[in-house]
């Protein structure tokens, strides 16, 4: 056990988890009504092992098999709640469906539907939120919602994916071009509560409380447009692996 490890991480987690209080304090918002997601892709288990060891209980992956050996190697000694926050391939969602407590990132019907069939077989329902490419670059994933004129189109697909019993939609997730300046971000966390309230105009009886938006650089911008979940790697469990 790298005791100087789990030190360094937890007092990095401990001013993240203050800096994300007072954001909360100075927008006029509960604290609480914000949860922290701890951002582990291309960690080494020791990594992981630390940040559990500093008190982290919820956990964000982007790869299905990383996480899933990592998820195996740690049940026995912590209980994790495990997001998965990356593109899911189809052939990927029964690992995902089966081992993952929350999915950030749902980007198409096609995977909306091998998820829900698998949790069928599995016997559960996973709560997901919808991604939304809401910054129009090509390299990312998500429902295309750059453009307000075209957020009427999205709708048949919304529709169907609120229809599958096995899944929970539960909100809204984006990752906005990336900036050096928080600043930059804000544009683009706005547009994804203005498609939240959207949503929320057209398919009332669903739930659409959750926006899982800001990441290290750009946290505290997001809780102001109020992010209820942030996912923040680099800030405290420090920067990854090469792939
Ligand atoms: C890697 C990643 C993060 C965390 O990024 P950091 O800059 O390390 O905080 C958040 N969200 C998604 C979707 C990611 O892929």
């Not at 029964?94 to 019907?109: G, P």
């Not at 939120?129 to 670059?137: D, I, P, Q, S, T």
């Not at 669903?206 to 899982?212: G, N, Y």
Request: proline content about 6%; overall charge neutral; some cysteine.
């Amino acid at each position: 056990m790298d005791q100087t490890l789990v030190t360094a991480i937890g007092e990095r987690y401990q001013r993240v988890l203050a800096r994300i209080e007072a954001a909360a304090s100075a927008a006029g918002r509960d604290p609480h009504s914000v949860r922290l997601v701890v951002v582990t892709k291309a960690q080494p288990l020791g990594v992981v092992r630390a940040a559990l060891q500093a008190g982290v209980r919820l956990l964000g992956e982007n790869y299905a098999e990383e996480a899933v050996e990592k998820i195996n190697s740690l049940k026995e000694e912590f209980v994790v709640e495990w997001h998965m926050i990356g593109h899911v391939q189809s052939r990927k969602a029964e690992l995902v469906a089966r081992h993952f407590d929350w999915v950030h990132s749902l980007d198409s019907l096609k995977l909306a539907r091998r998820l829900d069939s698998f949790c069928a077989q599995a016997g559960r329902r996973l709560p997901v939120m919808l991604e939304f490419n809401v910054g129009g670059e090509e390299s990312k994933f998500g429902f295309p919602a750059w453009d307000e004129h075209a957020w009427p189109a999205l709708l048949p697909e919304v529709e169907a994916i609120l229809q599958l019993p096995h899944l929970r939609v539960r909100g809204l997730m984006t990752m906005p071009p990336l900036f050096d300046q928080p600043e930059q971000s804000r544009p683009y966390f706005r547009r994804l509560r203005r498609l939240q309230e959207f949503l929320a105009g057209r398919f009332p009886a669903a739930d659409w409380s959750e926006l899982s938006m800001g990441t290290s650089l750009d946290y505290e911008t997001a809780i102001q447009e109020g992010a209820t979940f942030v996912r923040i790697g680099t800030a405290i469990v420090g920067p990854r692996l090469p792939r």
